[in-house]
């Protein structure tokens, strides 16, 4: 219900914010070059229409362009209309702008994979878009004659990745919007017709940014120890790597002695499943398998029904308000309709993953990466299904499900892929997958390629800030590979990609530092801590390009390695410390996930969901114990330890009135 409003709400002042903007273009716009000459426009998010067919919501990238975009992300099926009524200010004449880029671009690959076109009531533009230039841009769409109202549609034609951020038409045909991005935001949003300032979003004991398996797990803790809770998450569903969308399967050992307790919460918001009763294609992980293994609703449920949890899913922390050594405030943006709130906070959960919080508030990080030195990249899993076996077409996440029924019933089993001289050019490489005997091309033989953590990228790249280049070069990787296996290799006539990722899977980027920074060596050394925190179970696993399929593709690598050999491993499991979860700079910042306070070694074993997510329920408790003592974390190890520890061996679901 709140979300229809939320969209209506964006189209209405699609029109009144044009309207608005002809008192404000003299003043707001003076001396700005993009000045409108007429202040009449038309200004539509692509994340603002009212249906969004078969595109996809895409925010990875909004700090650096400026905006959530709408992606059509089809695996080589053209993707259903993204679809909105509009009203413009007058009939008449308007020049067109539509914000993209040809995604192929920063590599000079030839094809424009990205295409798709704008209709006006049913009437495609003459210009098509997805087209040009590496970066994003104002695609200048020609003139068109509109009435009062009109049926706006992107209209994808490739299904390969097509993106639109906004159109704009503009009354003035002369007008040319501005591309630079601060630039550009002041003048959405005085169009759009938001105020200056965020709304108040009110106060909270904690709040807690990012909903992956740490900040779910944060949040809960917090508030069944009766704090008031803020969970802000950038997507619709909660889980971060862990949910339906990046198809992670969470590890690490819970409820282990001598705190059997942490691990509760984890259990509680995780479904119970193991590898044989798992739905969907496996090969042996659970990796990239059907949605429903990932269960979003039961981790939206669990924290829904935690009444002092006021969950922001769809939102994303954009900016941190600090006074001192303290963060006072976070500013939140919808990702859907560009409001924004400011979120006060007596303790704030850093939970980003990328560690977006600490930084904006000066906490002290460690992120350094370049080819010798590389970071663990970033996957998009993909998985493929058989379409002459009905059970995988049932199964099928595949967002041309009905089509694809039909064409089994039909006995049309052939499932074609075109050539794709945009993406990587694997015809004579080797890859995962790609059997050196004889394929049979039955589904054995995709063992090794799809479902796989090894499709990887973005080593010696900014995972922050390039992360829209990284993802584009990991569909490049898989759409590549794809092409040689069925139009070069001639096999899997039957088989088509099923689904995969398009919201990229993270390992590594910054780590926030706190008073103890936790190193390999202390797993190996088993180094014994009076704060034991959480258990670690998984070995010291760091990836780098595989230097078998490196050739070629040096500065472009796919795919990754781990370590292996004595540096891998460690005896059992190890307790690591409460001093690693919160800044030593920053008075009030908590953190959990893989953006603690870790050396590049000691990421290896602690970056594991299960394992995250007990760091989110020790924070939880000591957030409870900061407010009950008014003391800062630091203060809880300092002061009040053995309290921590006498709320860690009590159960996850364990309650303060
Ligand atoms: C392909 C792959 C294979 C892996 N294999 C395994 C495995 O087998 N098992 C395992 O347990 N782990 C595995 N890992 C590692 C693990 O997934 C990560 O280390 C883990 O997800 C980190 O958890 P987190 O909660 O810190 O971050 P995330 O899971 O990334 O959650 C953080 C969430 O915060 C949101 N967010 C970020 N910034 C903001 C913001 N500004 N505002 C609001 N929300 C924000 C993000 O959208 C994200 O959903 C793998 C990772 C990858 C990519």
């Not at 059997?260 to 294609?281: F, Q, R, Y």
């Not at 992120?367 to 590389?374: I, L, M, T």
Request: charged share 20%; hydrophobic share 35%; proline share 5%.
């Amino acid at each position: 219900m709140s979300k229809v409003k939320e969209i209506n709400r964006r189209q209405f002042i699609g029109y009144s914010g044009a309207a608005a903007l002809s008192l404000l273009a003299a003043r707001s716009f003076a001396g700005d070059l993009n000045r409108p000459s007429n202040g009449q426009f038309l200004f539509l998010e692509a994340e603002g229409f009212s249906e969004h067919g078969g595109w996809e919501i895409d925010q990875q990238s909004m700090d650096q362009m400026g905006s959530p975009y709408l992606l059509a992300h089809g695996l080589g099926v053209p993707v259903k209309d993204a679809v909105a009524q509009v009203q413009f200010p007058s009939a008449g004449t308007y020049r067109v702008w539509v914000r993209t880029k040809d995604w192929v671009a920063p590599w000079n690959a030839p094809g424009a994979p990205g295409k798709f076109q704008l209709l006006i009531n049913g009437v495609p533009l003459a210009e098509t878009f997805g087209t040009k230039g590496a970066e994003w841009h104002w695609h200048n769409g020609g003139t068109v004659e509109v009435g009062g109202t009109a049926r706006i549609a992107l209209h994808d034609l490739t299904g390969f990745e097509g993106r639109c951020e906004a159109v704009l038409f503009c009354k003035d045909t002369a007008f040319e919007p501005v591309n630079d991005v601060e630039a550009l935001t002041r003048f959405r949003r005085k169009l759009l017709g938001f105020p200056d300032r965020p709304e108040y979003g009110g106060r909270y004991d904690l709040v807690v940014v990012g909903g992956g398996l740490a900040g779910i797990c944060a949040a809960l803790s917090a508030a069944r120890r009766g704090l008031s809770v803020a969970l802000v998450h950038d997507r619709p569903v909660l889980g971060g790597n862990g949910s339906s969308e990046v198809r992670v399967w969470p590890e690490g050992h819970t409820n282990k002695p001598p705190y059997p307790s942490i691990g509760d919460i984890v259990t509680e918001i995780l479904k119970p499943i193991n590898k044989a009763t798992a739905e969907g294609k496996w090969f042996g992980t659970l990796n990239g398998t059907a949605a429903s293994n990932f269960d979003d609703q039961r981790k939206l449920d669990v924290v829904k029904t935690e009444p002092r949890i006021n969950l922001l899913n769809n939102h994303r922390a954009i900016q941190t308000l600090t006074s001192g050594n303290r963060i006072q405030a976070v500013v939140i943006q919808s990702i859907r309709t560009g409001r924004q709130q400011l979120l006060e906070g007596t303790f704030f959960a850093d939970c980003t993953g990328d560690a977006t919080v600490g930084f904006q508030a000066g906490a002290e990080y460690e992120y350094a990466f370049s080819s010798g030195n590389p970071l663990m990249g970033s996957s998009n899993l993909f998985n493929v299904i058989d379409a002459s076996n009905q059970k995988d077409v049932l199964d099928c996440d595949c967002k041309d499900k009905s089509a694809l029924m039909t064409q089994y019933q039909e006995g049309k089993y052939e499932q074609p892929f075109p050539r794709c001289p945009w993406a990587l050019d694997l015809s004579d490489k080797p890859f995962p997958g790609r059997l050196k005997k004889q394929a049979t091309g039955t589904l054995k033989d995709l063992k090794s390629f799809a479902n796989a953590w090894y499709w990887e990228s973005g080593f010696d790249k900014d995972q922050v800030n390039d992360i829209e280049l990284i993802r584009d070069h990991n569909f490049r990787a898989f759409y590549g590979a794809w092409d040689a296996l069925k139009n070069v290799d001639g096999l899997y006539k039957n088989f088509r990609l099923a689904w995969a990722a398009f919201i990229a899977g993270k390992r590594e980027s910054r780590r926030l530092m706190g008073d103890v920074v936790l190193d390999g060596k202390n797993f190996t050394e088993m180094t014994d801590w009076a704060d034991k925190a959480f258990p670690c179970s998984w070995h010291i696993d760091l990836h780098f390009p595989e230097k078998k399929y490196q050739a070629g593709f040096e500065g472009n690598e796919f795919i990754s390695d781990f370590t292996r050999g004595k540096d891998y491993k460690y005896s059992g499991i190890y307790w690591a410390p409460y001093r690693c979860l919160y800044s030593r700079n920053v008075g009030n910042l908590f953190m959990a996930g893989r953006n603690i306070s870790v050396t590049k070694t000691g990421l290896g074993p602690v970056r594991v969901m299960k394992t995250c997510g007990m760091m989110g329920e020790v924070i939880g408790k000591a957030a409870a114990l900061c407010v009950q003592h008014g003391t800062t974390p630091r203060g809880v190890y300092e002061n009040h330890l053995a309290a921590l520890q006498e709320m860690m061996k009590q159960p996850g679901s364990f309650r303060t009135a």
